[in-house]
């Protein structure tokens, strides 16, 4: 793990990115922001009054908004009222944006910080909304999925969707396997992906074996340079003894 610590680290400094962190009233992000900002890696922006910060914190070199007294505000209600195009009325939009986790991806959207952390305190719901109604997705993109990075001694995994949506598609499938790729090299793995069932190789044949087996053509269809095979088991695609014997054609 502190092997991956240390090339983000190295990715970031100096690069002075703005990251907003909405839960300035739970003190491990107090903790994080602070050593954050002394260890030179980012500038937080901390959403909350700095008044209510228990004494014991040095937060003197971190940046704080409150949404409830700032000079913002009014351009962001503008902002918000344009971007959510008739869904949210003014009045609506003055509501929402007193929520931190709304008024903090308001400030990346304006291009006032360049990301947003949270889920310390909040449901996965709570984080993500506020981002599928402002930001959205990026070009090419169809729908948000989330991904967790796996370490183990010196090997890295990237597993999605882990989180966010309980019934994907075969389109779906296919489209989270390609980023999943996208962002496993962002972490320095070599992408070798696997499309994961409770089958292997047609070990069993139902509609979702079925839904998994053409999420796999689909993906291997983009032409991404990715190999991509499946449906097999978590053992077959992460035990090459496994896999040799129950999916003979994983290379």
Do not use: W
Request: charged content about 25%; some cysteine.
């Amino acid at each position: 793990m502190a092997s991956i610590i240390n090339e983000l680290k190295n990715k970031i400094k100096g690069k002075e990115l703005k990251i907003v962190f909405p839960e300035s009233n739970d003190e491990r992000i107090l903790e994080a922001a602070i050593r954050l900002e002394d260890e030179g890696l980012i500038k937080p922006i901390l959403i909350g009054n700095k008044d209510n910060v228990p004494t014991k914190y040095d937060v003197s070199d971190c940046v704080f908004i409150d949404p409830y007294n700032n000079d913002i505000f009014e351009d962001m209600v503008a902002s918000f009222v344009d971007r959510r195009k008739g869904k949210n009325t003014e009045e609506q939009a003055r509501t929402m944006l007193l929520d931190e986790n709304y008024f903090g991806t308001m400030l990346v959207y304006m291009g006032m910080a360049d990301g947003l952390v949270s889920g310390a305190c909040h449901s996965t719901g709570e984080t993500v909304r506020p981002a599928l109604q402002i930001i959205k997705t990026k070009p090419g993109v169809t729908k948000t999925f989330g991904y967790f990075l796996m370490v183990r001694d010196n090997q890295k995994f990237i597993f999605g969707d882990c989180a966010i949506n309980p019934n994907p598609s075969a389109q779906d499938l296919a489209e989270f396997a390609i980023e999943s790729a996208k962002a496993a090299e962002m972490f320095g793995i070599i992408p070798k992906v696997a499309m994961l069932s409770f089958s292997t190789n047609g070990s069993a044949k139902t509609d979702e074996t079925e839904k998994v087996l053409e999420a796999t053509r689909l993906a291997r269809a983009e032409n991404s340079g990715y190999p991509i095979d499946g449906e097999m088991q978590f053992d077959a695609a992460f035990v090459p003894s496994v896999g040799a014997k129950k999916y003979p054609k994983v290379k």
